[in-house]
Antibody
């Protein structure tokens, strides 16, 4: 069974960074790209970007190019998203999604001073 | 970016009634591969999204056959032949033909 287990809730101060993990199991990690999706409170879904774990190649939606950094550790089958220069607009739940056919449970990020 | 427009915003239906959700894209979703990457997902209350349909009309194996998808180019439809209690939640269409991937705003299915 494909499972994507994300890390717990994060609280970050404005201007700081947070890093969320997504540990994959039940399939070969390097066989599928990993997407990341943002859901702001009570809102819809925004695609942030994806990473190909095998090659480390990435692609980002334009609005997230300076906000998000996607990485992957093939030794632990874990994908990461780092969000930098946090503002209140980054308060949201972030999902990892394997080619969008399997989703993690989501990780909430709250930006608060 | 491709704009995905879903209607209606919400649906209130009794169990056993049919449901229909429209999704329109601002550009054709027919890719150079000849495939159309229009997909549907369901987010039940308090849960992460779950896959339903890919490439317009292909159901994932675990999805009941009361669900169906149709359409082409810029107009697509998700239908539920008879709504069941487990179907409540927010349905999103999303496109994977053009970067960046984009989602519709969602259609909330409530039970009457």
């Amino acid at each position: 069974e494909v499972q994507l287990q994300q890390s717990g809730p994060e609280v970050g101060r404005p201007g700081s960074s947070v890093k969320i993990s997504c540990k994959a199991s039940g399939y070969t990690f390097t066989d599928y790209v990993m997407n990341w999706v943002k859901q702001s409170p009570g809102q819809g879904l925004e695609w942030i970007g994806w990473i190909d774990p095998e090659y480390g190649s990435t692609d980002y939606a334009e609005k997230f190019k300076k906000k998000a950094t996607l990485t992957a550790d093939t030794s632990s089958s874990t994908a990461y998203i780092q969000l930098s220069s946090l503002t209140s607009e980054d308060t949201a739940t972030y999902f990892c999604a394997r080619v969008m056919d399997a989703w993690g449970q989501g990780a909430s990020v709250t930006v608060s001073s | 970016d491709v704009v995905m427009t879903q209607t209606p915003v919400s649906l209130s239906l009794a169990i056993g009634q049919p449901a229909s959700i429209s999704c329109k894209s601002s550009q054709s979703l027919l890719g150079t591969s000849g495939k159309t990457f229009l997909n549907w997902i369901l987010q039940r209350p308090g849960q992460s999204p779950k896959r339903l349909i890919y490439q317009v009309s292909k159901l994932y194996s675990e999805v009941p056959d009361r669900f169906s998808g149709s359409g082409s180019e810029t107009e697509f439809t998700l239908k539920i032949s008879r709504v069941e209690a487990e179907d409540l939640g927010v349905y999103y269409c999303w496109q994977g033909t053009h970067f960046p991937y984009t989602f519709g705003a969602g259609t909330k299915l409530e039970l009457k």
